[in-house]
């Protein structure tokens, strides 16, 4: 019986390029390429996993950001365009374009505010309500999954340092911006 060939644990596509800068290039630190490209290529993977997931309902990733978002807010699940951009990172307009999906899909309704007729909300339907949860609890499931391989103290120890990561970038655009600045 002939064993499928396999490759140690510590081998991976990160660990060939990093092989081939060194030889390449051996002047350079490519330690950075250990945390970040692996970053790149597990976020690649979720992304494909979570839209799968998602647009098996219908929906988009970011149909289903506006879904959540609503949901998170509480009763009556609604949240104005610029308070959906916030909690979304995206324009007003970019909101509006998936505000006028999931009302066309009968997800949300758009109501004006009974004070000021010039505030409008977006408010989830009876529909759009079941359809998020049910959708949000496959998301988790979907997730565990993914995070099946790590203990719960392994998932604490990675959530701590892509914290500290995200911090570590976001000082990074300050530095840069300070050394652009004449």
């Known amino acids: 019986m002939r064993m499928a ?5 510590d081998r991976d596509a990160v660990a060939q ?3 081939d800068w060194a030889r390449e290039r051996p002047e350079l630190d490519t330690s950075p390429l250990e945390v970040l490209a692996r970053l790149h290529r597990s976020f690649l993977r979720y992304s494909t996993r979570l839209t799968a997931s998602i647009e098996r309902h219908g929906l988009s990733v970011a149909g289903f950001d506006v879904l959540t978002a609503l949901r998170r807010s509480g009763a009556p699940y609604r949240l104005t365009a610029g308070q959906l951009a916030d909690t979304g990172l995206v324009s007003s307009a ?3 374009l998936r505000i006028d999906r999931l009302e066309k899909d009968g997800l ?3 109501e004006r505010d009974a004070d000021d007729r010039r505030v409008v909300y977006s408010r989830l339907t009876d529909k759009g309500l079941a359809t998020v949860d049910t959708v949000f609890e496959e998301h988790l499931d ?4 993914m995070l ?3 203990s719960p103290s392994e998932r604490r120890q990675v959530a701590r340092l892509l914290r500290k990561l995200e ?5 990074s655009d300050d530095e840069t911006a300070a050394v652009e600045t004449p």
């Open 5 to 9: 060939a396999s490759r140690p644990a």
């Open 17 to 19: 390029v990093i092989e």
């Open 94 to 96: 970019g909101v509006t």
């Open 108 to 110: 949300i309704v758009r």
């Open 142 to 145: 979907n997730e565990r999954r």
């Open 148 to 150: 099946a391989g790590l």
């Open 167 to 171: 911090d570590s970038i976001l000082a």
